[in-house]
Structure formats: structure tokens, C-alpha cells
């Protein structure tokens, strides 16, 4: 899968696990996270609309956003704060210090995953929704 993917944990019932080995098994699928993949994203496309309007109505960035140190030193210097509101990826730098983004950082809503350091996650605690 091109891009960067998320590790998830689930926990299925025995008999929805056989009935997947099953189709695995017969070729339907060739694995079970082939067949989880694609069950996740019937589900996606089926409710697809659904996700558009609400990111929209949210405003929410839909995919990646990066904030580097020299972003947030701009962020700084104008005076501004920012509220991150993201469908998907948010990647803090890892040289960006807890100070730095508790000076320009005032909210961050993430459906998805958050990556930064443990320091910056720890200091932004209160202000991660």
C-alpha cells in the first residue's frame, strides 16, 4: 500500500475468524488483513458522502499535515495560535521543542493518528481532542 499506514488492533469472534480463514483459504482474499482492508474500505466508500459533508462542515484538512520547527517559529513570530482540525495524519518534527508548541499550538483535533514526540505529546495533553 503506497504511503504511510497506521497498526491497529481488533478482536473477532471465533467463528467470524474461521469464516475469514475460510474465504482466505478458498482465494477469495489473500490474507486475513486483505480481507480487513477490504472490508474497511466497502465501508468507507459505502458511507463516503457521509465523511464529506462532515469533514467539510468541520472544517477539517483531509490527509497529511506537517508542522516543522521553522512553521511554528513562523506561527510564533506573527503572534498567532494555531487549532489543528485533521482527518488523517498530523506530524509534528521531531526538532520542535514542548516550549515551541505550547507557544503557537491552542487545540488539535485528530481523527487519525498523531505523530510527534513524546515530550511535545505530553506537554500539548490538554489541548489534544
Known sequence: MAGETEKIT???GFVDLGQID???QEGFYSNR???IRTAIRNQLAAHAEVVKQTV???T???GLQEYTRRDLEAI???RQRLHIQVLGLVIIADDVSPELALDTIE???VLGALRASADV???LAGRIR
Open 76 to 78: 510564533r513570530t506573527a
Open 22 to 24: 475460510l474465504l482466505v
Open 121 to 123: 505529546k505530553s506537554a
Open 10 to 12: 481488533i478482536n473477532l
Open 33 to 35: 488483513t486483505d480481507f
Open 107 to 109: 487545540s488539535i483535533t
Open 56 to 58: 467539510a462542515r468541520k
Open 60 to 62: 477539517l484538512v483531509l
